[in-house]
């Protein structure tokens, strides 16, 4: 891997995400083809190098707002155990991303403060992916209207991963890690723009399966069914469309009658009901493996 051998020639060497937010100054920044943001500490570059680096890499500059007093402070108590806040708050991480370069993070900012009507606090990764913390649960928040306002008003397509509400202030070191690994393994599984934590857990439970698992799990439950691509877009919608025979058909462009006959075709082949909620969970974790 390409940082691995770059970090046997530059020591200092570090991803965005692990550099000290005081620090990054520091550092000169690139993005790799596997699309990481790098640092190498200036004092370790030499101009040469750091031309031969550009040349190959793709050269960063930070361009992410200063912190404020708050986001300062949800920092070191993610980052550094730091619970001065009253230990009592209800909150959410939710993890929004675009496309690198579409968006300067001071607009995004100053628009998402604007939809809020407040100022969020932002924790960012990168100039184009970070956290929003979210302190209200009371008051309903639709982050579909927000990709909704972004693209009509400023053509920014934006992702959002959404946590679930927590209580203490002791649980965000680990809900804000949660949150970046949740929303890593669930962008290889769904294309959706916003997901929920509580989506995701199918997602999550198949990646840390191994592919022997997979194979065993897929032959097991779509048997004979494994090989039609056609009658499994068939049932994954109808899952998707909450096991409702008529806004499947409707998606689908197909008859009610055409729908049930496949339906009956996939329980002919796998023994296995779609109808039935409970077997429609495995049947939905069978396709997952699949992918």
Same mark, same amino acid.
């Given at each position: 891997?390409?940082?691995?051998?770059?970090?046997?020639?530059?020591?200092?060497?570090?991803?965005?995400?692990?550099?000290?937010?005081?620090?990054?100054?520091?550092?000169? %920044?690139?993005?790799?083809?596997?699309?990481?943001?790098?640092?190498?500490?200036?004092?370790?570059?030499?101009?040469?190098?750091?031309?031969?680096?550009?040349?190959?890499?793709?050269?960063?500059?930070?361009?992410?707002?200063?912190?404020?007093?708050? #986001?300062?402070?949800?920092?070191?108590?993610?980052?550094?155990?730091?619970?001065?806040?009253?230990?009592?708050?209800?909150?959410?991480?939710?993890?929004?991303?675009?496309?690198?370069?579409?968006?300067?993070?001071?607009?995004?900012?100053?628009?998402?403060?604007?939809?809020?009507?407040?100022?969020?606090?932002?924790? %960012?990764?990168?100039?184009?992916?970070?956290?929003?913390?979210?302190?209200?649960?009371?008051?309903?928040?639709?982050?579909?209207?927000?990709?909704?306002?972004?693209?009509?008003?400023?053509?920014?397509?934006?992702?959002?991963?959404?946590?679930?509400?927590?209580?203490?202030?002791?649980?965000?070191?680990?809900?804000?890690?949660?949150?970046?690994?949740?929303?890593?393994?669930? !962008?290889?599984?769904?294309?959706?723009?916003?997901?929920?934590?509580?989506?995701?857990?199918?997602?999550?439970?198949?990646?840390?399966?191994?592919?022997?698992?997979?194979?065993?799990?897929?032959?097991?439950?779509?048997?004979?069914?494994?090989?039609?691509?056609?009658?499994?877009?068939?049932? #994954?919608?109808?899952?998707?469309?909450?096991?409702?025979?008529?806004?499947?058909?409707?998606?689908?462009?197909?008859? !009610?009658?055409?729908?049930?006959?496949?339906?009956?075709?996939?329980?002919?082949?796998?023994?296995?009901?779609? !109808?039935?909620? !409970?077997?429609?969970?495995?049947?939905?974790?069978?396709?997952?493996?699949?992918?």
């Amino acid at each position: 891997m390409m940082i691995e051998q770059l970090r046997k020639i530059f020591s200092s060497l570090i991803l965005y995400q692990d550099a000290a937010e005081d620090e990054k100054e520091k550092y000169q %920044w690139f993005w790799t083809a596997e699309n990481n943001l790098i640092g190498i500490a200036e004092q370790e570059l030499t101009a040469k190098e750091s031309q031969l680096l550009g040349s190959v890499l793709i050269p960063h500059t930070l361009s992410v707002p200063a912190m404020t007093l708050e #986001e300062e402070s949800w920092y070191n108590c993610i980052h550094c155990d730091n619970t001065s806040h009253a230990t009592s708050l209800t909150y959410r991480f939710i993890h929004f991303s675009f496309k690198r370069e579409q968006m300067d993070p001071s607009s995004f900012k100053e628009a998402l403060n604007e939809f809020f009507g407040k100022l969020v606090p932002v924790l %960012w990764e990168n100039d184009h992916e970070g956290v929003i913390i979210e302190e209200n649960e009371d008051e309903f928040i639709s982050y579909e209207v927000i990709i909704d306002i972004f693209m009509s008003d400023l053509s920014v397509n934006i992702h959002f991963f959404v946590g679930p509400f927590m209580h203490s202030l002791g649980e965000a070191a680990k809900g804000y890690q949660m949150l970046l690994t949740g929303t890593h393994i669930a !962008r290889k599984y769904s294309e959706k723009a916003v997901i929920t934590y509580i989506e995701a857990i199918p997602y999550i439970l198949i990646d840390q399966s191994s592919d022997d698992i997979h194979a065993d799990y897929v032959h097991a439950v779509l048997a004979d069914a494994a090989g039609d691509d056609d009658l499994l877009t068939t049932i #994954e919608t109808f899952i998707t469309c909450n096991l409702n025979v008529s806004v499947t058909a409707k998606e689908l462009y197909l008859h !009610r009658n055409s729908l049930q006959y496949r339906l009956e075709k996939f329980k002919d082949k796998t023994g296995v009901d779609v !109808r039935d909620f !409970r077997q429609a969970v495995s049947v939905y974790i069978a396709l997952l493996s699949l992918q």
